[in-house]
């Protein structure tokens, strides 16, 4: 069994934010698989499942906001028995230009607060993720930046990222191993 995890903040305000592409890229993922998201205030977000060639995964939005991520990420893997090998972590990437993608098996927080407090409930550095491109501004802080909604330019690039990530998903979900999703969907 797998656990997808989109990160975002939950709230009308924060949708199509530079920082909510996690949540933008499990949507996506959910309405093209005909799954449905329900709360579930035990686990602290909201759940879906998908069943592609006979593998299981659960989708996750964590409603904690993004700072208390790994409350939610670690009560689902908890509750569900899913091994750390076995979750897929969507995020924002401020490091990385608008609409690049990148994965990789293990790596810092590279300031990330969402990623920081899932390494901390996890205590791992040690998890698959999947970035999202979407740049630094020279003169905007990095709050007000990553809470800014998506230029029309900048929303074509990022849809055409959830495509691709959206392809390296299902790949995850039916047991490609990951190094192979890595080099077929990571932008050069």
Do not use: C
């Amino acid at each position: 069994m797998k656990l997808i995890v989109g990160l975002g903040n939950p709230g009308k305000e924060y949708e199509q934010t530079r920082h909510n592409v996690g949540f933008m890229t499990i949507d996506s993922f959910a309405e093209h698989h005909g799954a449905t998201f329900r709360l579930e205030p035990k686990l602290k977000g909201m759940l879906a499942s998908v069943t592609l060639h006979g593998n299981k995964a659960f989708l996750l939005k964590p409603m904690t906001f993004m700072n208390l991520s790994g409350e939610s990420v670690q009560a689902v893997m908890q509750y569900y028995k899913i091994s750390v090998e076995d979750i897929l972590i969507i995020s924002d990437d401020l490091d990385s230009h608008t609409g690049r993608v990148r994965l990789r098996s293990e790596g810092s927080a590279g300031g990330h607060n969402g990623h920081k407090n899932i390494m901390a409930h996890l205590g791992t550095e040690s998890y698959k993720r999947l970035k999202i491109g979407i740049d630094r501004s020279n003169v905007i802080s990095v709050i007000d930046w990553v809470l800014q909604k998506f230029s029309a330019d900048e929303l074509a690039l990022i849809q055409a990222s959830i495509d691709k990530a959206e392809h390296a998903i299902e790949d995850f979900i039916s047991e490609v191993p990951f190094n192979k999703i890595a080099s077929l969907y990571s932008s050069k």
